[in-house]
């Protein structure tokens, strides 16, 4: 196979011998070239920072998303915002309790469609940059609130950075991981979402005893603008995504990332199949482009299946949402307290119930890899259902004994969406997409996540104020849905590379048979190959982006 750019100098790799070792034969300042491309970092000193501040990210979206249970009953918060207490004087006032908390999803999600315009222009490194500086504005916003209508704003804004970050991250992560190591490394992502949500209860509660200062509410505001200044230092220094890079025609750079990304020579079998696998998709690709816009692109059909691949993403998405987590994560105090509990002992068990699912996140990043995502997803959906049945059946009674269990079943709830739907969603998410359509794909699906999540979170506190227990119920019902929906549509993707899957999506549409029953099989190429490049119709000398060509040898010759 040989490749060349017309961008950054050619590159041709020849056949060295029959067992897939190539020598590569730089032409020109190629190699100067590709030495200055290389990020400062290489291996997994690169993989462990991208992994740091991919964490550090999502840490902060899990710290944001938890801050605020506690806060919505301290008597400073109280004070200042008089319009969240609850009381039957003002039944609006449950309303609007959860109208300052749900917000926040409103900007989330204009900060994720807004990625349908800008991700693929910024790339991943600037969005997040954009994302972590617009939460630092939204974050002293909010620091500095004296009235309910600032709040309200300032937690649209910091949303808005949040989206941002949410929709680009695990697709920036996903995009620079292995596919054998991809799956823990995003789980560890949804992990450290835990991780944040349990530093917020406990820094809540810290704050608590502060009961004739602001700082009882302002300073766990505050202290999300620390997380943001990290990431947004971090992400300074670390090496654009390959894919993204590629995507750009910047092809020296992709591949110096890669070698960087494996601390391997340029030149090595794995890092060339790696760069012409991603050269071969965005062949597919533009061809595709040629025919529509990018956006437009993700309702097509045809061998790419660009609509049902998205549609996948998106539903996966609505799934998190809908099991009801955020009735816990954003209410666990106020839930404590309605099974009777007092505000310092509701604090404390709160605080426990998200130590309780930071912990419960790790059995997660241990199973991924090996387990699969598939089986997670419909085990947690069963468990999760059977759950908010008995915390219904409990409710429905309602005595001490009753309320003890039921604080229980919270913190197994906690445990079952923590192994299969925390992390789960991101990882399934960014890699069921092709890398054409990631960044709207992302952006659509991470819109969806935050589209439920401000339902659910907007819905709850007037549900439980009309129909009590019966709100267990109708999260149970979503839960049974959940299981035949994956069931039947959603496609293993364990150990396959982000570019086997447009293999496996469209040998299930030469074959007209499910991607479900394609992912079981053995027998399907890896990327890269000749026999891959026939499946996805390839041909030889085929035009791709920045004038190169990809020359695809027979098959004998690999």
């Known amino acids: 196979m040989s490749l060349s750019s017309s961008t950054n100098g050619p590159l041709s790799t020849e056949k060295h011998d029959e067992n897939n ?4 034969q730089p032409d020109g300042n190629f190699a100067e070239q590709l030495t200055a491309a290389s990020p400062r970092l290489r291996g997994r000193k690169l993989t462990t920072a991208i992994s740091f501040i991919a964490g550090t990210g999502f840490t902060l ?7 605020m249970s506690a806060l919505l009953t301290s008597g400073q918060w109280e004070k200042v915002f008089p319009q969240t207490v609850e009381s039957t004087v003002h039944p ?6 959860s109208f300052v908390v749900a917000v926040y999803e409103v900007g989330c999600l204009i900060g994720a469609l807004s990625n349908l315009w800008i991700g693929d222009r910024l790339g991943r490194r600037k969005t997040i940059f954009l994302g972590g500086i617009i939460m630092i504005i939204g974050a002293i916003l909010q620091t500095t609130a004296f009235g309910y209508a600032q709040m309200v704003v300032a937690r649209v804004i910091t949303g808005f950075g949040n989206g941002l970050n949410t929709s680009t991250v695990p697709a920036y992560h996903a995009e620079c991981a292995s596919p054998t190591k991809r799956g823990s490394y995003i789980m560890m992502e949804g992990s450290l979402i835990t991780f944040g949500i349990m530093i917020s209860y406990w820094v809540d509660f810290a704050l608590f005893w502060a009961k004739t200062s602001s700082a009882q509410w302002r300073v766990p505001i505050s202290i999300q603008i620390l997380f943001a200044v990290v990431m947004i230092i971090g992400v300074s220094i670390l090496p654009e995504s390959p894919r993204w890079l590629a995507k750009q025609g910047r092809d020296v750079e992709t591949l110096a990332v890669l070698a960087a990304l494996e601390d391997k020579p340029y030149t090595d079998p794995e890092v060339q199949q790696t760069y012409h696998a991603i050269r071969e998709t965005l062949c597919v690709e533009e061809n595709s482009a040629r025919r529509t816009d990018n956006l437009r692109v993700l309702f097509t059909h045809g061998p790419r299946q660009n609509f049902r691949r998205a549609a996948l993403a998106v539903t996966v998405q609505c799934f998190q949402q809908i099991t009801g987590i955020n009735l816990i994560t954003y209410y666990a105090t106020l839930l404590f307290q309605r099974l009777g509990l007092s505000d310092t002992n509701s604090r404390i068990i709160a605080a426990c119930n998200g130590t309780e699912y930071f912990l419960a996140s790790i059995i997660g990043i241990y199973l991924i890899d090996r387990v699969g995502r598939r089986p997670l997803m419909l ?22 004994a009753t309320q003890v269990v039921s604080a229980v079943l919270l913190f197994v709830f906690n445990s079952f969406f923590a192994v299969g739907f925390l992390g789960m969603t991101w990882l399934y998410a960014a890699e069921i997409v092709g890398i054409n359509i990631r ?8 819109a969806s996540n935050w589209i439920f999540n401000f339902v659910v979170v907007m819905v709850t506190g007037p549900s439980f104020q009309n129909i009590n227990w019966g ?29 086997d899957m447009d293999i496996l999506f469209a040998v299930a549409y030469r074959e007209g048979v499910s991607p479900v029953s394609v992912a079981k099989r053995d027998d399907l190429p890896i990327a890269g190959t000749p026999e891959a490049d026939e499946i996805l119709g390839i041909s030889v000398s085929q035009p791709i982006s920045s004038g190169g060509f990809l020359k695809v040898m027979n098959a004998t010759s690999w």
């Open 92 to 97: 609006n006032h449950a309303t609007l309790q």
């Open 61 to 67: 979206f899990g710290y944001d998303q938890g801050v």
């Open 379 to 400: 085990v947690c959906a069963a468990g999760q259902c059977v759950t908010m049945v008995l915390l219904a059946v409990l409710g429905s009674v309602n005595n001490s």
């Open 439 to 446: 960044a709207p794909a992302n952006a659509l699906s991470t």
């Open 21 to 24: 070792v190539y020598d590569s």
């Open 471 to 499: 709100t267990y119920i109708v999260f149970a019902a979503l839960n049974a849905f959940i299981w035949p929906v994956t069931y039947l549509f959603m496609p293993e993707t364990k150990g396959r590379s982000l570019e």
